[in-house]
């Protein structure tokens, strides 16, 4: 694996954002709604006093951490679309690039798209909310970083299947992420969920990071349990979507897919 | 021309029970053009794009530049290159931008003077600022050519290269790429469906027709062989024998 050509295929997208603005206005535009009105309806909830403590704490910094999964799921499948559409893939797959090395682009760009939208988001929330995410101090590295790599595991799956599947399956790269937003219970605790689907919430790493920041919001204290609970989640999704993207990539190679999506 | 740089053995795929190429073997020798001619559905196509490693044989063996294509992709693929008129390069980026990505991908030592220089060579210098998506297909077609010759490679797989240029501009690129041949001795690996391209560019040309090979030799042998005064005449008799397409 050389660096040195992931690098040069990040700076592929960077160009793209460079010269873009509808592309740029996008990694905006969605993050800045949902914070505008889940912001709005914190603020008017909140004035009913003794229902919640700390409702825009509870609900601002629930969304700004559900957009940093989303914008790394997304910032690896859209990207990978780019080159869909413009017909690139062949060109990408005939250099001496590996699949791990382009996908390793992937992930890299998803991160700075995830810088761009985060910082205005965190901004935006300071500035018309008074709330402020590093309030969670050192304990946000870990929240933060557990939803990165749970949002590059999705990102990676969906890659496969539109691999696979072709632009039929394009739609997954804007949806698939909200499959999960019901069971990683980002809005409300994981009590609130009917027995069966909450079993289904312990097996997701994102539930346990917003159970953790809920825990941190209401004590002050260190979710260790809840945190080694989303890594070690997070590293049988990493590795079952590396696998699996490493399976798809065999077979469309076999079944002669990779020219047809590439073309 | 004796060092050969492609070696093909008893190469098949087989889709769903399908043979798309069936167990062909021929060679490209160092400095020669091999021109690959056949109706659709012959296994042109599936044939290069198994050349490139975008799919994987059912059987048969590789090897390019005297490496096996299955344990030795990134070396190989560093030293070849492609270009086809139905894969487009990012169409946001200009064409310097596109030019450098890869010549980054393909780790090109004096990347600037390279890219300046085939900016010369085809004549694409007043457009290296455009983004490609403004870009005439003739256009895009010789920003293709440029990328695909970023690396000098030694191996070049062309696919319908001037299908979508315009006379003049297909007959210049085709000057070009015998440049390129003559100078560089670099082995060419061309399909199309203009027979006098074909004449014009192979050295020898193998014929496909229902993944294996039916005729090979050169332009000239291959008319005689099947009295054809032209291929295109030859290519008709092939294609219709069993009363097929048309």
Not at chain 1, 67 to 73: A, N, P, S, V, Y
Not at chain 1, 110 to 136: D, G, H
Not at chain 2, 46 to 67: E, F, S, W
Request: with cysteine.
């Amino acid at each position: 694996m050389k660096v040195s050509r992931v690098l040069s295929y990040t700076t592929r997208h960077l160009y793209l954002y460079r010269r873009s603005l509808p592309r740029l206005m996008e990694v905006f535009y969605w993050p800045l709604l949902d914070l505008l009105v889940w912001g709005f309806i914190s603020v008017y909830l909140s004035t009913y006093k003794g229902s919640l403590p700390d409702f825009v704490t509870f609900f601002v910094g629930a969304l700004i951490l559900w957009d940093i999964l989303f914008r790394c799921q997304q910032g690896i499948s859209v990207s990978f679309l780019e080159d869909m559409w413009s017909r690139n893939l062949l060109n990408v797959f005939v250099s001496p690039m590996s699949p791990v090395e382009y996908v390793l682009s992937l992930l890299l760009i998803s991160l700075f798209k995830l810088f761009l939208a985060s910082t205005v988001m965190i901004l935006v929330a300071m500035a018309m909310y008074s709330f402020n995410i590093f309030q969670f101090g050192v304990l946000l590295v870990p929240l933060v970083a557990n939803l990165i790599v749970m949002g590059w595991a999705v990102g990676i799956i969906t890659t496969g299947i539109i691999l696979r599947y072709g632009q039929e399956a394009e739609v997954l790269a804007w949806g698939i992420a909200f499959l999960f937003q019901p069971v990683s219970a980002v809005f409300y605790p994981v009590s609130v969920l009917p027995p069966s689907i909450r079993t289904i919430a312990r097996y997701v790493p994102s539930s346990h990071v917003f159970e953790g920041m809920r825990h941190v919001i209401a004590t002050g204290t260190f979710p260790t349990k809840e945190l080694v609970w989303a890594a070690g989640l997070n590293m049988v999704y990493l590795g079952a979507a590396v696998v699996f993207f490493y399976l798809n990539f065999k077979g469309v190679k076999k079944k002669g897919l990779l020219v047809k999506v590439g073309e | 021309m004796t060092e050969r740089v492609v070696e093909v053995r008893g190469l098949t795929k087989v889709f769903n029970g399908f043979k798309a190429v069936d167990g062909i073997s021929f060679e490209v020798m160092k400095g020669e053009i091999l021109g690959i001619l056949g109706p659709n559905g012959a296994g042109k196509t599936t044939t290069m794009h198994m050349l490139l490693g975008l799919t994987t044989p059912t059987a048969g063996d590789i090897r390019i530049l005297g490496m096996d294509l299955r344990r030795n992709r990134e070396e190989i693929l560093s030293r070849v290159n492609f270009s086809s008129s139905y894969v487009s390069l990012p169409y946001s980026l200009t064409v310097r931008e596109n030019l450098t990505v890869f010549s980054r991908l393909y780790g090109v030592r004096g990347r600037r003077k390279k890219i300046a220089e085939l900016l010369d060579v085809f004549g694409i210098e007043e457009i290296k600022n455009e983004p490609t998506r403004r870009l005439s297909s003739g256009q895009i077609t010789r920003v293709s050519l440029a990328k695909a010759l970023l690396n000098d490679p030694e191996v070049l797989f062309l696919d319908e290269p001037t299908a979508s240029l315009d006379p003049d501009m297909a007959d210049r690129t085709r000057k070009l790429l015998k440049r390129f041949n003559r100078e560089r001795a670099l082995s060419i690996l061309y399909t199309s469906h203009n027979m006098q391209e074909m004449e014009e560019m192979c050295d020898r040309i193998i014929f496909l027709d229902r993944g294996r090979i039916v005729a090979s030799g050169g332009p000239a042998e291959i008319m005689a062989e099947f009295s054809g005064a032209t291929l295109e005449e030859v290519f008709l008799k092939i294609a219709r024998k069993d009363g097929g397409a048309g």
